[in-house]
Nanobody, 126 residues
Framework: QVQLVESGGGLVQAGGSLRLSCAASKRTFTRYAMGWFRQGPGKEREFVAAINGGGASTSYDDSVKGRFTISRDNAKNTVYLQMNSLKPEDTSVYYC???????????????????WGQGTQVTVSS
């Protein structure tokens, strides 16, 4: 079992920045690729970004490329999502997830991930 706890959400004005953190309980953290997803009211959960276990490979949805950066600190069992130039359409609940696979397409799919956090709300005002 892997427990994931997100933090860092909040209210920010358009153009601002936030950094989300996701702390994992598992000591074998490097075995897991980590992903960030988001889900707005009445919408399906959608892919935001992913990073492989070693941290060398990343993947982003086109809507956040150039604005968001995913990273991980394996010594701290933590993955981060730095969000810059935030837009009102970025408003969502953000979830982190852990999975043992890695693939260009599979990492964008929710079914690839075995463990999920409880989510943290990000609200961007215009």
């Amino acid at each position: 079992q892997v427990q994931l706890v997100e933090s860092g959400g909040g209210l920010v004005q358009a153009g601002g920045s936030l950094r989300l953190s996701c702390a994992a309980s598992k000591r074998t953290f490097t075995r897991y690729a980590m992903g960030w997803f988001r889900q707005g009211p009445g919408k399906e959960r959608e892919f935001v970004a992913a990073i492989n276990g070693g941290g060398a490979s990343t993947s982003y949805d086109d809507s956040v490329k150039g604005r968001f950066t995913i990273s991980r600190d394996n010594a701290k069992n933590t993955v981060y999502l730095q969000m810059n130039s935030l837009k009102p359409e970025d408003t969502s609940v953000y979830y982190c997830a852990a999975g043992t696979g890695w693939g260009a397409t599979s990492m964008t799919r929710t079914y690839t991930y075995d463990y999920w956090g409880q989510g943290t709300q990000v609200t961007v005002s215009s």
